[in-house]
């Protein structure tokens, strides 16, 4: 395989299922923890390794390291595999997602951001989504039935059980304090922003198809989606919150193992379900409306970013990361129309985010 962000939580469990399965891995691709990098490739001796600095190239334990985005597309037009683990964080997997679709290759995208911003550009029948509500979906999906609701659970992040009135005091170390998953930095404060739901609902419009999708909060995060069907059954998927299991079909295809734990349900006890509150989690109120206008996604991501930069940066407080997305979504009223125009356009958002 062709595994691109190798050292961030989604890459590290890659590996895991990777060793245990005993499977080749070609390239590897990081960005810029190089120490970590370096025991990988001491373990998985792959024959490509890519990294996001040319500075950082001298510590690097290969003798072939390729650098930056250009880097990326080589390695995937130069690899044997036909398997690219797309892993990395944000607008910077696209290139990639784009790259391996154009040589014909099988995404296994964990980059939501991808279809976020270009879903409706993609074909998303070489997709495999590497994302526990969307594995949740497939798994249930029995389209002999007629669906009449797609449904993907959220946790509700960091904050859902704070003070409405504390929340614009919430620092970074805060958001940062995820309830049930461990996960990198970006998709942590996209979980407290709700933004990260958002973007799945986009994600399952893009895989699925047009249909009705909805999140709920369940905060355990045991339930990851669940299918209404029109009889007026609903089944759900319960599963522990561990990426490995859907990391493992997706790298396997068909699983005949014990991967996670089986949820006890005895030893869980109790199910707790709530709305999603657009007063705590303002940029839900755009839900509907960029559901039916998708393409718009690109805007809500770059945005969202910027922003999430700037708070990181201390600029900016917790509650602005909505709000200056919701700002840019109401500015840019626009759609591209090829995929070219997307990397004008996240630009543009992006220097309109700073500016404020
Ligand atoms: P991390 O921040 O843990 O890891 C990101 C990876 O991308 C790291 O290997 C990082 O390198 C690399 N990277 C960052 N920027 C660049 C760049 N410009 N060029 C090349 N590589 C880069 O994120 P996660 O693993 O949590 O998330 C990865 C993706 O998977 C995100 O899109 C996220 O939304 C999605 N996802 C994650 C889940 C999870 O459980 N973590 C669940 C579902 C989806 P380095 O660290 O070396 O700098
Ligand atoms: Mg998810």
Known sequence: MILLGSTGSIGVNTLAIAERFGLHVEVLGAGRNIELLNRQI?????????????????????PRVLIGQEGIMEAIREAKSDLVINAIV?????????????????VALANKESLVVAGAFLDSSDIIPIDSEHFGL??????TRPIERMLITAS??????????RLQHATLADALRHPNWSMGRKITIDSATMTNKLFELLEARWLFGEGNFDAIIETRSL?????????????????????????????????QERIVDRVDLLECGGLEFRAIDPERYPIWSIKEDLL?????????????????????ADEIG???????TLDAYAHFDVEASEVDALFALDEEVRRWVKER
């Not at 001491?42 to 290969?62: L, M």
């Not at 497939?138 to 389209?143: F, G, P, R, S, T």
């Not at 509700?156 to 009135?165: N, S």
């Not at 718009?296 to 945005?303: E, M």
Request: aromatic content about 10%.
């Open 90 to 106: 944000g607008f910077a997997g696209l290139r990639a997602t784009l790259e391996a679709l154009t040589c014909k290759k099988r």
């Open 318 to 324: 917790f509650m602005q990361i909505a709000r200056l």
């Open 138 to 143: 497939w798994y249930l999906h029995d389209i």
């Open 156 to 165: 509700g992040g960091a904050f859902r059980d704070w003070p409405l009135e």
């Open 223 to 255: 339930i990851h989606a669940l299918i209404d069907y029109r009889d007026g059954s609903t089944t759900a998927h319960f599963a522990r919150a561990d990426m490995q299991l859907p990391i493992a079909f997706a790298l396997l295809g068909s699983v």
């Open 292 to 312: 039916r206008r998708p393409k718009r996604g690109v805007i809500v991501n770059a945005a969202n970013e910027a922003a999430i930069e700037r708070f990181i």
């Open 42 to 62: 001491k373990r998985f001796n792959p024959s490509i390794v890519v990294i996001q600095e040319a500075r950082d190239r001298p510590i690097v334990d290969h």
